[in-house]
């Protein structure tokens, strides 16, 4: 009994050291088991969703137009109006399908049977006139050598009558006509 305390103070403090330690010990083992729970709860299906999980396209950043595309089937409504002519006869479509035309343009030509004749005599008279011309042409080509020369004797003959007028010579200029 030197210090003070007696022996069995000192036992039963022992005893109670030893008490704690073990509390403290449980409780450690109380708080590993609910982080083990935490970690099964959350980390482990996060980690599965990572490796067989579907995850989104990652790409580069760019500068562009953000597009997204979904294949449907549809209808498309045009908005057509049904002409009807007053008579039966030849049609002459002046327009092509799917074309784009004002308000009002003629879109066809229905021809009467009375009118069909004069039409195809109508369109006989233009053959005849495009090869008119064609002949014209030709036998203006023809001719162009002596229309050219007839132009250069004309000015020729001008330029003297010019010159001899200037000169005040009358006689010389009706030697000239000749």
């Given amino acids: 009994m030197n210090n003070g305390k007696s022996e069995i103070e000192k036992n039963?403090?022992?005893e109670k050291n030893h008490h704690d330690r073990k509390d403290t010990g449980a409780r450690s083992k109380?708080?590993?088991?609910?982080?083990?729970v935490?970690?099964?709860?959350?980390?482990?299906?996060?980690?599965?969703?990572?490796?067989?999980?579907s995850s989104p396209q990652i790409d580069i950043l760019r500068?562009?137009?953000?597009?997204?595309?979904?294949?449907?089937?549809?209808?498309?409504?045009?908005?057509e109006v049904l002409l009807e002519s007053p008579f039966s006869g030849r049609c002459i479509v002046e327009v092509g399908e799917g074309d784009k035309i004002p308000?009002?343009?003629?879109?066809?030509?229905?021809?009467h049977p009375d009118y069909a004749g004069l039409i195809e005599r109508l369109n006989e008279v233009d053959l005849?006139?495009?090869?008119i011309q064609k002949e014209m042409a030709e036998k203006e080509q023809f001719f162009s050598e002596d229309l050219l020369k007839l132009d250069k004797n004309i000015e020729e003959k001008i330029?003297?009558?010019?010159?001899e007028s200037s000169k005040?010579?009358?006689?010389?200029?009706?030697?000239?006509?000749d």
């Fill in 12 to 14: 039963q403090e022992i």
């Fill in 30 to 36: 109380r708080i590993g088991n609910y982080v083990l």
């Fill in 38 to 53: 935490f970690f099964l709860l959350f980390y482990v299906p996060s980690l599965i969703y990572w490796m067989y999980g």
């Fill in 63 to 79: 500068m562009g137009t953000l597009e997204d595309s979904v294949n449907a089937d549809g209808y498309f409504i045009r908005d």
């Fill in 103 to 111: 308000k009002g343009f003629k879109v066809a030509t229905i021809l």
């Fill in 128 to 131: 005849e006139i495009l090869s």
């Fill in 159 to 163: 330029r003297l009558v010019i010159h």
């Fill in 168 to 177: 005040n010579s009358f006689m010389e200029i009706k030697s000239i006509k």
